[in-house]
């Protein structure tokens, strides 16, 4: 999957590795023995490096991938799977990546999956979840939960019921049978399907596309995709980006201005469209 791209590390993780090529940032899980499964540590990693992505301007588009070309990720590493959650050096059980899950659908930038090999499990999920999903001619995707004695009744369930249709989303999940790239294709599950040495390039290609376009119009879009499906905490993000557009109008700013000056506010001034 190595493409002649640069990229340029942002910050050191033991399990993970966060680079940025030209303002796209690519977080991939770098446990590829264990087809990229996560353990609280990956997860809390990744959380940690959608923070930057979050907070660095310097960031516009962000790539979640894992290392290696065999596998996008298998899931929750089953080998630390213990009594209410997967267990990491605390010896706590969490199931933190429903915490990654809601970050990467409310944060204010296009997260693309670039998938090579599989998405499996709890990596599935991870995949369904970004905005847009690019896969290689090699990728795999299913739920094995039933399977394995799990279940992701939230985004997992639901928002892939919204992309694939209950239907589908019911034989995904009781069947736990695996799809390849172009079955995937064909039920809207990912974007794109290219070659294997395509996949980077491509990838790459698309967040460029993105860069051109208004980060705001972007930014908007994306909650308003959101803000049906995710009740109050939809409403309150495409709220939010209602208040930050708000606050860059003279109409806002007057009420501020007002507020300092110790004097009445003058709305007078400020059309009322129809
Ligand atoms: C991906 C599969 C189909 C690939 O098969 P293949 O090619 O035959 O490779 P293997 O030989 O099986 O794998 C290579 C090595 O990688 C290890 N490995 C693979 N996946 C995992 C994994 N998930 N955990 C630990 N190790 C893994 C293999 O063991 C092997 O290593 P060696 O050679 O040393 O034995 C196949 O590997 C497969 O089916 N993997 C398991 C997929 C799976 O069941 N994943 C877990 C599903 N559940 C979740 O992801 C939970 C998500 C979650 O946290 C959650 C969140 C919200 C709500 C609920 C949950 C929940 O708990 O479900």
Known sequence: MSSSIKWETIKEYEEILFTLHEGIAKISINRPHKHNAFTPQTVT???DAMHICREDTR???????GEGGKAFCSGGDQSVRGHGGYIGDDHVPRLNVLDLQRMIRSIPKAVIAMVAGWAIGGGHVLHVICDLSIAAENARFGQTG?????FDGGFGASY????VGQKKAREIWFLCDQYDAQEALQMGLVNKVVPLEELETTTVEWCKKIQQK????IRMLKSSFNAELDGQAGIQELAGNA???YYLSEEA???QR???????PDFSKYPKFP
């Open 214 to 217: 208004s980060p705001l119009s």
């Open 160 to 163: 892939l019921a919204r992309v």
């Open 253 to 255: 700013k007057e009420g």
């Open 243 to 245: 208040t930050l557009l």
């Open 59 to 65: 960031i516009d588009v962000i790539i979640l991938t």
């Open 146 to 150: 039933p399977k394995v004695g799990s």
């Open 258 to 264: 007002s507020f300092l000056e110790k004097r009445d």
């Open 45 to 47: 990693e990744m959380i």
